[in-house]
């Protein structure tokens, strides 16, 4: 079955803009969760959605945000970008929390 | 706060080797621990997951192993080869509903 499905998988976005993240769970997982990974940083956790609710969220500023749809899909988004916000964004998605977690191949972020 | 360590950060060894990655936690109360691996430019593919209540986890060249009162993980790769080549994360989840904390991972390279 399809796994973890990400778009844009590259994007280069200008300081102040903002950006939408989207992420396909796989087929029945209704748990979706986002990370943020940066060379310095490692993975940090952005927020967990759980049947359209967030569970956890990370200590990120508010200008990260996200939703989870009814049919489990979920966003993120990011306003006002600035510089230190270029990373990669992975999404994970498992049949509920706690259960084993699966990952997208990420979303490459480019903030110039 | 629960933070998680891989030491160390990058390790070689020739191919054949039988070799151990070590992940420790500070937080012993866990919920579950994960292991993944990450290729570059991919995302985390997972490999074990082991719930509090077990001990170890195999999958073919691999085992995990998980002792709680030490705040310790191994991940055992036998006769390693080439194509284990990657990054190695470990990740701790404290509780169902909590989110996953990750170590900095340990990247592996199996010379030929």
């Known amino acids: 079955k399809a796994g973890v499905t990400q778009t844009p998988r590259y994007l280069i976005k200008t300081r102040g803009q903002q950006v939408t993240l989207s992420c396909s769970p796989i087929s029945g997982h209704r748990s979706v969760s986002w990370y943020q990974q940066t060379p310095g940083q490692g993975l940090q956790f952005l927020f967990e959605?759980?049947?359209?609710?967030?569970?956890n969220k990370g200590n990120f500023p508010g200008r990260f945000s996200g939703r989870q749809f009814s049919n489990s899909r979920s966003e993120m988004n990011v306003s006002t970008l600035e510089l230190g916000d270029s990373a990669l964004y992975l999404c994970?998605?498992?049949?509920?929390?706690?259960?084993?977690?699966?990952f997208g191949e990420g979303s490459w972020l480019t903030v110039v | 706060k629960q933070e998680v360590t891989q030491i160390p950060a990058a390790l070689s060894v020739p191919e054949g080797e039988n070799l151990v990655l070590n992940c420790s936690f500070t937080d012993s109360a866990i919920y579950n621990l994960q292991w993944f691996r990450q290729d570059p430019g991919k995302g985390l593919t997972s490999l074990l997951l082991?719930?509090?209540?077990?001990r170890e986890q195999t999958s073919g060249r691999l085992n995990a192993s998980l002792d709680k009162s030490s705040g310790r993980s191994t991940l055992y790769i036998a006769a390693s080869q080439p194509g284990d080549s990657a990054t190695y994360l470990c990740?701790?989840?404290?509780?169902?509903?909590?989110?996953?904390?990750f170590g900095k991972g340990i990247t592996l390279s199996v010379r030929p």
């Open positions: 990740a701790v989840k404290n509780g169902a509903n909590s989110k996953l904390t």
């Open positions: 959605y759980f049947s359209e609710t967030q569970r």
């Open positions: 082991i719930q509090s209540s077990q």
């Open positions: 994970a998605s498992s049949l509920s929390p706690g259960n084993t977690i699966y």
